[in-house]
């Protein structure tokens, strides 16, 4: 797993824009900013839908208030999937990623396996990134929804 103090791998993800599909290369779209990078096990799931994803879209002015360059969602959904879910929770102040391969978070070495429910997804986690490098990361334990919430994040910063 990616430690406090490393530099994301080179990883490819996906965002559905107005004007068309961009594949973002990681360390270009992350570099000389700060990010807030949340991820989740899936679009459209009870707990990302009800509480992680509207965590970021209240606090976002907050986020940004404080230095914060881009709020990224990522999940292991595809782009498509996730442009809808961005719409669906008014999430037009973040970046809504796609890693459909789960290529990103296997990399970052935060993958689970859910078996039937959606085979390889990621796990619930947040990060802070400067130019990079992670400073920040909050794992979540198995089922628990606490540290990688927008006001952790916030806290952090």
Request: proline share 3%; hydrophobic share 45%; with cysteine.
């Amino acid at each position: 797993m990616i430690e406090q103090g490393q530099n994301l791998p080179a990883a490819t993800l996906s965002q559905l824009t107005d004007e068309g599909m961009v594949e973002h290369q990681v360390t270009e779209l992350f570099a000389d900013k700060t990010v807030a990078l949340f991820a989740v096990p899936g679009a459209f799931t009870p707990t990302c839908s009800a509480a992680h994803l509207p965590g970021y879209v209240v606090l976002a002015d907050e986020l940004k208030a404080k230095g914060v360059d881009i709020i990224a969602c990522v999940s292991v959904n595809d782009a498509f999937v996730m442009k809808a879910w961005g719409e669906a929770h008014n999430a037009s102040e973040l970046m809504m990623l796609g890693d459909g391969d789960a290529s990103f978070t296997k990399s970052v070495g935060l993958e689970m396996d859910t078996a039937s429910f959606g085979g390889v997804r990621s796990q619930r986690y947040a990060m802070i990134i400067k130019n990079g490098v992670v400073t920040q990361l909050n794992v979540e334990a198995p089922k628990s929804f606490e540290v990688s919430k927008a006001e952790a994040i916030l806290a952090a910063l």
